[in-house]
């Protein structure tokens, strides 16, 4: 009997039971050894009117009612439909059928991630978490936050707030990233040097499987080392060994607003001496530590005029520096102290402490609302890379040397989350060319490879930096990701194609 449970055998049983039974979804039950012969593929045909049949209309979409919404990058052609399920029972019936068809499926979240991790071909199908966008529950004692897949940072932020507590990620994207899509490709964000990537926030997760298993890992405590902890299995693996359709996060005690200044330092090595010169001297109270380099700088006075930075042109490098306490008034007098100590000992170059909200937000905006003028660079492609916080300045000025020498005239922005080892590039060197972006990449990713750093900080691999993934790992830890990922999807119906 035993290979009635491989799924094979789980296949032939499902589909011997008919539509109506498919649809019930009801637990599978060993088949008799005569029923484990090879099922026979469910066609793309039949696959389509069963899935039609197993959702509602907003669930199934195909041809005109698939919108722009769920094609990144706008694609001419589209995949064969979209799914937008509402319950982790229906991803299962979701997958149960796709796995007997043998149906690739991409899974999207907010469709906010640059590294084409989410476009489908025509042979595909996608499947939006979107609709799974309810908040399960608060629970104040236990500190977490139950979730589904498709609810987005934002509104999770705003729930938790309501109810006096921080979940504590933030990005740019807040307004259309869903906790599904942080949670498969780990992501950052501001806060990170303070309270950790998406993974310190998630303390369980259910997830289900190529096959249609459900894996229930709902654990809500901090401590947990009965075996291995699964959830991590499915924690910036972007989708390709399982679909996370529910997360368990873990709140924190809610901050009074932050205490922001920006300040410019005038030498390379002042970067990572301020860093760790704050880190001691604010006792864990730094929350955000985000660096604007010249270029970036000069670009966004001369392309963004509107945004208006309270420090003079001309540093090489300015930081925004966020510090959180539990009293504003003493935090005030606190970062005060410590950054005019840091002018007096030339660590600070110039500095701006915001006394408003309104000031506060300017200084955000330096960084924030910058890139609509990315586009008068002329193409540009943007890049997300990880260092040693040392290796930070050599590598810029490695890059940039190199890119402006190899296309005079280029423009090339630096910025980043640098307190956790994150920069930002903007190279415009006025191509559009194929062979120009193969060059920059060569460059960029070279440079990360020379200093042991990483291809990707945030947003995954992709099909994006599927090329690049061996200059960031070793060929034993790639073949690792295909061992999972070929026990865990062997058919390789999740996202395939992609990362590896
Ligand atoms: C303006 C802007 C700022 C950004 N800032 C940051 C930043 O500071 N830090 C950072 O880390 N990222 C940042 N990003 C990138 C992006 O927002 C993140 O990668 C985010 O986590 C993606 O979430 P999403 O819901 O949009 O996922 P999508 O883009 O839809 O998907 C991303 C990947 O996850 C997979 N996926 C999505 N949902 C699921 C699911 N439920 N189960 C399994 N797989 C799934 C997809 O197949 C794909 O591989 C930024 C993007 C933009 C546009």
Known sequence: MEQATNGAALLSRRFA???AATTALAPF???????AEAPPKLTTDELLKQLQAFLDDKGFLTGDAITGRYLPRRPKEKPLAVLRPTTTAQVSGIMKLCHAARQPIVPQGGNSGLVSATIANTAEIILSLERMDQIEDLNADNRTMTVGAGVVLMNAQTHAAEHGFLLPLDMGSRGEATIGGMTSTNAGGYQVVRYGMTRESVLGLEAVLADGTVI???????????????????????????IVTRVVLRLRAPQPDGLTALVAVEHNEGVPMLLRTLERKLAGQLTCFEIMWANYDNFVRKYAPHLVSPLKAGFPYYVIVEATGNDPASDRVRVTKVIAELRKEKLIAASSIAQDKEQRDAIWALREQ????FVDLGPFWGYDISLPVGDMA???LRVKAEVEAAYPGAHMLLMGHVGDGNLHIVAAPGSRDPAVKKKVDDIVYGA???????????????LEKKAYLAWSRSPEEIALMHTLKQSMDPLNLLNPGKTL
């Open 17 to 19: 039971l008919g539509a």
């Open 29 to 35: 039950v060993a088949a008799p050894a005569a029923a």
């Open 216 to 242: 229930t890992a709902m654990n809500r405590m901090i401590k947990n080392n009965a075996g291995f902890d699964l959830k991590h299995l499915f924690i910036g693996t972007e989708g390709l060994l399982g």
């Open 370 to 373: 910058a890139g609509a003028a």
């Open 394 to 396: 050599p590598y810029g």
């Open 448 to 462: 990360v490879r020379d200093l042991g750093g990483s291809v990707s900080a945030e947003h995954g691999i992709g």
